[in-house]
């Protein structure tokens, strides 16, 4: 097997103020190219361009449009778009959707937050991935789905620094070892693999999810796998939107905990299920899909 472990909790989430959305919507600490504005990423790294390709389409069948649901008067997207915002280990973000007319709708919200968009085909979600980070020039790969409200910065940045340091081809935090809470799942690959893996992959469900020809086949690559440590080791909890009632959980979570100009931490949000067994109880019974847009 070419897999290797490596543990590490992720350093406090970074939850300082933000400025209110413009009057149009945006969201003002990204540029309209897609850049994140921080002097220490006006270069990119020596490890070339990281880029942060985010799956979302409204045509989920267990909660059709769930992505454009609103949490406190903004699209869930939007949230997401803001949280990736807030890692320091990304230099771009862009949103990958599929090339049907009711998906346009989903290029609109991407241009309003001044992120990157992105339309590819609609069934096959390996090729519109590829074509995306092609289309981004994308040196170093971080997906995330687009049913990650509570997705945790410091996470994104612990899964970019674990992959560079240990030069991995794939680093996981989910699929082939579980301790997160599902919700904060995050995958880096490098460009160089995602070509690869795109020649190579040709089963549906292969081309369908993306990922599973690198962990059917982990003798061909350096896998590093991620385990969450301390408050984020709770692999029970589902923080993930797929279904009504996944909503209603992160509503509620939104409803209690969020304020303009801030996002929640995850850690903080955990702490609150713990004290509220109900909602827990909303979306046990849920089981995740593989599919991620």
Wanted: aromatic residues 4%; negative net charge.
């Amino acid at each position: 097997m070419g897999a290797c472990c490596t543990g590490g909790a992720a350093p406090p989430e970074r939850t300082g103020d933000l400025s209110p959305d413009g009057a149009d919507g945006s969201v003002p600490f990204l540029s309209p190219s897609g850049r994140v504005n921080h002097t220490e990423r006006d270069t990119m790294s020596g490890h070339g361009r990281i880029v942060a390709i985010v799956q979302a389409r409204t045509g989920s069948s267990r909660l059709p449009r769930k992505v454009l649901r609103p949490l406190q008067g903004r699209p869930m997207l939007g949230h997401i778009i803001e949280r990736i915002g807030r890692a320091k280990r990304v230099d771009v973000i862009a949103i990958a959707t599929t090339d049907l007319p009711e998906d346009q709708e989903i290029l609109e919200l991407a241009r309003r937050h001044g992120v990157e968009g992105f339309a590819g085909p609609a069934a096959d979600v390996l090729a519109r991935y590829h074509l995306a980070a092609r289309e981004h020039a994308a040196n170093v790969i971080v997906r995330v789905g687009g049913d990650e409200p509570l997705l945790d910065p410091a996470t994104v940045d612990l899964m970019v620094s674990r992959h560079l340091e240990s030069g991995a081809d794939y680093t996981d935090n989910c699929r082939m070892v579980r301790s997160f809470p599902g919700g904060l799942v995050v995958e880096v690959i490098s460009r160089l693999t995602l070509d690869r893996i795109a020649r190579v992959a040709q089963e549906p469900h292969q081309r369908e999810h993306v990922t599973p020809y690198l962990y059917e086949h982990p003798e061909e690559f350096k896998i590093t796998l991620v385990e969450a440590e301390g408050d984020l080791r709770r692999p029970e909890l589902r923080l993930t939107v797929d279904t009504p009632e996944d909503f209603r959980l992160v509503e509620a979570i939104y409803q209690a905990l969020w304020a303009s100009g801030e996002i929640i931490d995850v850690r903080r949000a955990i702490r609150f299920l713990d004290g509220r067994p109900d909602l827990v109880r909303l979306n046990a019974h849920v089981r995740q899909r593989g599919a991620r847009g």
